[in-house]
């Protein structure tokens, strides 16, 4: 088995390989096979560059690093980090923009969007989150939250980071010699109300049938995973392969599941559905990564990630100065 250091690599490199892979084919509807084989092949060459995804969750392990959980500060973060050529959504620029203009961290999601986003921006950075509060359930979720509403202030948005967080905490402390996948989709059934209500704490209840929109795709996962070999046209109809929070990160839970001991080909799946692949790729990447250990992804598709600026080797320095800062706390 991994050791605790290699497993929190592999939450953040995994997240890392999953965007740069997916940002290549982002938006296509389905690619033919022979594009799918190109990808996997271990000569297929590629920048080995990320997205905003990867940037903004390198923003999250500098805060934590910097001054632990500080909303403000993360907030800083993502604009002093921010370079728009790395894909970042209309809302997301509109948010930098009135963080540079000075606005609360805590005022400029209402002010982007209104009603507030439920987009994936909150989960597919939030791996950091994950892993160095895997020890404190309500540290985790808490700051989960207050990572998400900094971008998103719709429950469906925040309830997508945070879930996404508690996903990856688990995978982090489980062995993957015994993992069993329905036990870890009931843990999240069951967990999923909980979670809701500490949402709503932040955001605000909304009335309708969707407000339990987790809780029904958790249990189509479940369905799923029961059924086998589910055809992947099904699993992107039901669950969808979109930028919704709430269509796209229990996808990436259910293809983390199917694949759990080779969450390379999990991110395959994600690639082959087509539509917002570079985060679905990336969470799938991060979950699977915390449970494996970094040694579970191709050495070479590793190896071919960018390393100019904070690329691979700064990322790998941050996840292990986060682990030596989780020693120095005592929780390891």
Not at 155 to 179: C, H, N, Q, W
Not at 182 to 199: G, H, N, Q, S, Y
Not at 240 to 269: C, N, Q, W
Request: one cysteine or more; glycine letters at 10%.
């Amino acid at each position: 088995m991994a050791t605790f250091l290699e497993k929190l690599k592999g939450g953040v490199i995994g997240a890392f390989l999953g965007d740069a892979l997916g940002k290549e084919v982002e938006g296509r509807k389905r690619l033919p096979e022979e594009s799918i084989k190109e990808i996997e092949s271990p000569g297929y060459v590629w920048d080995g560059d990320y997205t905003d995804d990867t940037e903004m969750m390198i923003s999250i392990m500098e805060a934590l690093l910097e001054r632990e959980f500080d909303p403000e500060l993360l907030a800083q973060k993502f604009v002093e980090n921010y370079h728009s050529y790395r894909g970042y959504g209309r809302g997301a620029k509109k948010v930098i923009r009135l963080l540079k203009e000075g606005h609360s961290w805590s005022e400029v999601a209402k002010l982007s969007f209104p009603g507030g986003s439920f987009g994936n921006g909150a989960a597919m950075r939030i791996a950091p989150i994950g892993l160095f509060y895997f020890y404190d359930e309500n540290l985790l979720i808490k700051n989960a939250i207050l990572s998400s509403i900094i971008t998103h202030y719709h429950p469906l948005g925040v309830e997508g980071g945070v879930l996404m967080a508690y996903a990856i905490s688990m995978a982090l402390k489980k062995d993957p010699r015994t993992f069993l996948p329905i036990d870890f989709l009931d843990v999240l059934i069951e967990k999923e109300a909980d979670i809701r209500e500490e949402v709503y704490k932040y955001t605000y209840r909304y009335e309708g049938e969707d407000k339990e929109i987790y809780l029904y795709a958790l249990k189509k996962a479940k369905g799923f995973l029961l059924e086998n070999g589910v055809n992947l046209s099904r699993v992107k109809r039901q669950l969808g392969t979109s930028s919704k929070a709430h269509r796209s990160v229990v996808t990436a839970i259910y293809l983390f599941l199917k694949h759990f001991d080779t969450p390379f080909e999990g991110m395959m799946d994600a690639i082959r559905m087509g539509g917002d692949t570079d985060t679905i790729a990336c969470m799938v990447g991060a979950i699977g990564g915390a449970l494996n250990g970094m040694g579970v992804f191709p050495t070479e598709k590793i190896d071919r990630l960018t390393d100019e600026g904070k690329g691979k080797s700064y990322v790998l320095s941050l996840s292990e100065k986060l682990y030596k800062r989780l020693k120095d706390k005592g929780v390891l």
